[in-house]
């Protein structure tokens, strides 16, 4: 049986704990690989380890003990995201050692959005490309989510030289999108429902962060028009923040900004704290629709937006800005709509 190591770069969701993208990614690969045979160690940052009884193992990591946690194993697999495992890893793995790069979070991208746009940002950025390089030159395969990913990527790892004479027929990079969880999804307690909304109130969903690639402030702009036609309408914002504070907050504080301008706040619109993954399925399936509204931006036209994935697991139809590949994925599909980008009338109507 082939043994597998996942280093995941965040929390997981275990025991409540509360899971941004990456962890929920790991996880579920992780429990995916397990029923494929293959014995699975998850390994979870030291500050955000949490003990839970799992089809697989679970441990902490830290960059000191990545050489022993590799011991028993016959391939890792590694996300490009955090810069000290990046670092870390080549130093203590044999070359010779197994090492699959996930490379579905465009994290290169993402950072320059976090940047300002002046010297320090310059000089920020060049700090975490220098971290994130050493995995991309030390990796044997790498997987990405979509197409447009895949192209990208292409250039980045033929001019590391990843893509060269020997790998050029048969490229070692390859599609894994995002999944969705192996259980139909079921309604198990009322989370809004009587609530916080009523029982036959419209309700519509925005669910996890509120990053400053997003544009939630075009949606509370849209609500007024959306209020006169349906005056019982209830927006709910669930997460907004990151739990672990891995991005900015002001877009969601310019956010909930708007909606108290508008005299909205706790009347139509409710901002409600991040819940654990488990719970997800209930806030799906107690909403009419989900909204995913984003900013023209290099993230979002190589992103892959997980949450839009997830909703259409539960069937929950979408509306999403226009420009990424999962937007239209979602619209070809006949399961959502796309809205222009910025148009608070178009997305109203």
């Given at each position: 049986m082939?043994?597998?190591?996942?280093f995941?770069?965040?929390?997981i969701?275990?025991a409540?704990?509360?899971?941004?993208g990456?962890?929920?990614?790991?996880?579920?690969?992780?429990?995916?690989?397990?029923?494929?045979?293959?014995s699975v160690?998850l390994?979870?940052p030291?500050?955000?380890?949490?003990?839970?009884?799992t089809?697989f193992?679970v441990v902490?990591?830290?960059?000191?003990?990545i050489?022993?946690?590799?011991?028993?194993?016959?391939l890792?697999?590694?996300?490009?995201v955090?810069?000290?495992?990046?670092?870390?890893?080549?130093?203590v793995?044999?070359?010779?050692?197994?090492?699959?790069v996930?490379l579905?979070?465009?994290v290169?991208i993402?950072?320059l959005?976090?940047?300002p746009?002046?010297?320090?940002g310059?000089?920020?950025?060049a700090?975490?490309?220098?971290?994130?390089?050493?995995?991309l030159?030390r990796?044997?395969?790498?997987?990405?989510?979509?197409q447009?990913?895949?192209y990208?990527y292409l250039?980045?790892?033929?001019?590391l030289?990843?893509?060269?004479p020997?790998t050029?027929?048969?490229?070692?990079?390859?599609?894994?999108?995002f999944?969705?969880?192996?259980k139909?999804?079921q309604?198990?307690?009322?989370?809004?429902?009587?609530?916080?909304?009523g029982?036959?109130d419209?309700?519509?969903?925005?669910?996890?962060?509120?990053?400053p690639w997003?544009d939630?402030?075009?949606l509370?702009?849209?609500?007024?028009?959306?209020?006169?036609v349906?005056?019982?309408?209830?927006?709910?914002?669930?997460?907004?923040?990151h739990?672990?504070?891995?991005a900015?907050?002001?877009?969601?504080?310019?956010t909930?900004?708007?909606?108290?301008?508008?005299?909205?706040?706790?009347?139509?619109?409710?901002?409600v704290?991040?819940?654990?993954?488990d719970?997800?399925?209930?806030?799906?399936?107690?909403?009419?629709?989900?909204v995913v509204?984003?900013k023209?931006a290099l993230?979002?036209?190589?992103?892959?937006?997980?949450?839009?994935?997830?909703?259409?697991?539960?069937?929950l139809?979408s509306?999403?800005s226009?420009?990424?590949e999962?937007?239209?994925?979602?619209e070809t599909?006949?399961?959502g709509?796309?809205v222009?980008?910025?148009?608070?009338?178009?997305?109203?109507?």
């Amino acid at each position: 049986m082939s043994r597998a190591i996942i280093f995941s770069p965040d929390a997981i969701p275990v025991a409540g704990r509360l899971a941004a993208g990456p962890g929920i990614r790991y996880f579920e690969m992780a429990a995916g690989l397990v029923r494929a045979g293959i014995s699975v160690t998850l390994a979870v940052p030291a500050e955000s380890y949490q003990a839970a009884e799992t089809d697989f193992k679970v441990v902490s990591w830290e960059t000191s003990g990545i050489g022993e946690l590799l011991a028993g194993h016959d391939l890792a697999i590694l996300p490009q995201v955090h810069g000290g495992l990046s670092r870390a890893y080549p130093e203590v793995a044999a070359v010779d050692f197994p090492t699959a790069v996930d490379l579905y979070d465009p994290v290169l991208i993402e950072n320059l959005a976090l940047q300002p746009a002046d010297e320090n940002g310059t000089r920020s950025f060049a700090g975490y490309l220098a971290d994130i390089i050493p995995i991309l030159k030390r990796g044997d395969f790498f997987f990405c989510a979509n197409q447009r990913q895949y192209y990208y990527y292409l250039g980045i790892l033929n001019a590391l030289g990843r893509i060269n004479p020997l790998t050029f027929a048969d490229p070692p990079l390859k599609l894994v999108p995002f999944g969705v969880s192996a259980k139909a999804p079921q309604h198990n307690k009322n989370v809004m429902r009587g609530r916080l909304v009523g029982e036959k109130d419209p309700v519509i969903l925005w669910f996890s962060g509120i990053y400053p690639w997003f544009d939630a402030q075009t949606l509370i702009n849209a609500m007024p028009a959306v209020i006169s036609v349906l005056p019982n309408v209830k927006l709910v914002i669930m997460g907004g923040v990151h739990p672990r504070g891995h991005a900015p907050d002001y877009e969601y504080r310019a956010t909930v900004a708007a909606a108290e301008k508008l005299d909205l706040i706790d009347k139509s619109v409710f901002f409600v704290d991040w819940r654990p993954y488990d719970e997800r399925v209930n806030w799906y399936l107690e909403s009419d629709v989900a909204v995913v509204t984003h900013k023209q931006a290099l993230e979002t036209e190589i992103s892959h937006r997980t949450r839009v994935i997830d909703f259409i697991w539960a069937g929950l139809p979408s509306i999403v800005s226009r420009g990424d590949e999962v937007g239209g994925m979602l619209e070809t599909a006949g399961c959502g709509l796309t809205v222009n980008i910025g148009d608070a009338r178009d997305l109203a109507d």
